[in-house]
């Protein structure tokens, strides 16, 4: 199913996604007794960050039992502001009480983005407990959106957007600086997902939120219309200023 929310600022994007991590960490652990979560990179997800990190918001989920791991990341050292893993430690997963082994960065030193994507599929595998194969069905992973219609780091274009057999590829950097290596998640593993929130906000987003929300689009073009969960929920958290094109549409 999807749904497009539409709030009026940054700060009410932030809580309502904020609000969606607790609900889903709560189904998943009464569930399973694990939630598992993959965070993106870019701009909008940075007021849920700080959000995460309040104490009386962090109280409410259960990070003893949450792994965290990021959807795509630049082949940097975490220290540089370029890593999404980074600017997610420095804003919140720092300050919370997840046992170490739930937490699963993307890069390590001194491997290649090949070595890297192979590395983190392995270590999704095992903490599903599967080979590789059909994808694991991560509890919430969050994407964001760029100018191009990238999701993720997949660029429009990029040979990643043709893998059926993979959960995690390397990435050429695109267009968009700056101009790194990646690695990323496939369609195969997004799809999977219980539940994936594109987190969009600004101006800047609207013609493209319009253009993916609406259509036609094509995913070679604009990536993230090859965002179609299999079995799950695919929520677009949209500020006012991202769904102008799209309210007016």
Request: overall charge negative.
């Amino acid at each position: 199913m999807k749904r497009v929310v539409v709030s009026p600022t940054l700060q009410e994007v932030a809580d309502s996604a904020v609000e969606l991590v607790a609900e889903l960490a709560a189904e998943a652990i009464a569930a399973r007794g694990s939630f598992r979560l993959a965070l993106s990179g870019g701009n909008a997800p940075r007021a849920m960050y700080r959000t995460l990190a309040r104490p009386e918001v962090a109280s409410q989920i259960d990070w003893s039992r949450t792994h965290i791991f990021v959807s795509d990341e630049r082949c940097v050292p975490i220290s540089q502001p370029e890593s999404n893993w980074g600017a997610a430690a420095a804003l919140f997963v720092n300050s919370l009480q997840v046992p170490p082994e739930n937490l699963h960065p993307a890069w390590v030193p001194q491997q290649s983005p090949e070595q890297l994507a192979a590395r983190y599929e392995r270590e999704i595998g095992e903490e599903f407990g599967l080979p590789p194969g059909p994808a694991p069905s991560f509890d919430l992973i969050f994407l964001g959106l760029g100018d191009d219609g990238h999701t993720a780091s997949l660029f429009p274009g990029n040979p990643s957007l043709n893998v059926t057999d993979r959960w995690v590829v390397a990435s050429a950097p695109g267009t968009l600086p700056p101009p790194v290596d990646r690695i990323t998640f496939t369609y195969p593993l997004i799809n999977a997902a219980t539940c994936v929130v594109l987190l969009v906000t600004g101006a800047a987003k609207a013609r493209i939120v319009n253009q993916v929300v609406n259509g036609p689009c094509n995913p070679e073009l604009h990536p993230a219309c090859g965002v179609m969960p299999q079995a799950g929920d695919l929520v677009w958290l949209v500020d006012e200023a991202a769904s102008a094109a799209f309210r007016t549409h």
